[in-house]
């Protein structure tokens, strides 16, 4: 059967390369983005199997109009990509209330709004797979990037929950784990920086930000290798609720499991010393 994707942040990036993977498996692409003339630079002019939308999925009324319009040119929606998102970085206490609302707006509540939009026609259908673009930092805290972090654990309780409640209806729910990858993350243009520094973290957040800047460009993980996995997972009978992109996102999984045993074990006197 021809599968219908939507997809958020299809200009570049993951976005972009699951797109791309996904019409050249024969599947009709809706692909979204903030700056339309950059999706279709990208993807190329619509066509049979390609429409492309503006979206900025903060909107919630601009979710909607989108999501209707994929319904009435490809007459439903089969695979969901919620890949839109960016990536704060700073110190919490160097952050403000804006930086919070606007990491969690596209990170987290952009993710809500689409998928709120695009549930109805997949339980309609009695089908569907979402994939969720999460992030090593859903596994595990790292300084200089809580709000990020933040953004991505939030996405991976709202995953597994949704996953329960919608495998009744044949809908599958999948976390997409990405460890380091050469999308542009790191792009200067991708990044935002908390601009209320306080002195005690200036030789950290210098250490950080050459950190960060010293990666972008050499991310081992390949965004073209990952896109292929997630047009085979649409096709899988029972795909994972999680699946871990790259050996570095394996390692620092095998490593919080290994963690996370260590100290239960540890505690699990007093843990279970806590009943009536």
């Not at 909607?64 to 919620?82: M, T, Y």
């Not at 599958?172 to 460890?179: A, D, K, N, Q, S």
């Amino acid at each position: 059967m021809q599968k219908t994707w939507f997809i958020t942040g299809a200009s570049r990036g993951f976005g972009y390369e699951i797109a791309k993977a996904a019409l050249s498996a024969g599947a009709r692409v809706v692909a979204t983005g903030r700056d339309l003339a950059k999706v279709r630079s990208a993807l190329g002019a619509d066509g049979d199997r390609l429409l492309s939308l503006h979206l900025d999925v903060s909107d919630a009324d601009e979710v909607r109009s989108a999501v209707a319009a994929a319904v009435a040119r490809f007459d439903g929606i089969d695979v969901l990509v919620n890949n839109a998102g960016y990536g704060h970085l700073g110190f919490f206490e160097e952050t403000t209330n804006e930086d919070v609302q606007t990491q969690l707006a596209t990170n987290l509540f952009g993710v809500l709004n689409v998928t709120r939009a695009v549930l109805p026609v997949m339980r309609s259908a009695r089908r569907g797979r979402i994939f969720n673009l999460s992030s090593v930092a859903g596994l595990r805290g790292m300084e200089f990037s809580s709000l990020y972090c933040t953004s991505k654990f939030a996405l991976e309780g709202f995953s597994e929950s949704l996953s329960h409640e919608v495998a009744p209806f044949g809908i599958f729910v999948t976390l997409i784990e990405p460890g380091p990858f050469r999308t542009g993350f790191l792009a200067k243009e991708s990044l935002r920086i908390s601009m209320n520094p306080i002195a005690d973290y200036d030789d950290r957040r210098k250490r950080a930000r050459s950190s960060f800047e010293e990666r972008d460009g050499q991310q081992p993980g390949d965004p073209a290798k990952l896109a292929e996995a997630l047009v085979q997972l649409a096709d899988e009978g029972a795909p994972p609720m999680r699946l871990t992109a790259g050996a570095y996102a394996v390692r620092v999984l095998d490593e919080k499991l290994t963690d996370m045993r260590a100290e239960l074990e540890t505690w699990r006197r007093v843990s279970l010393g806590m009943d009536y």
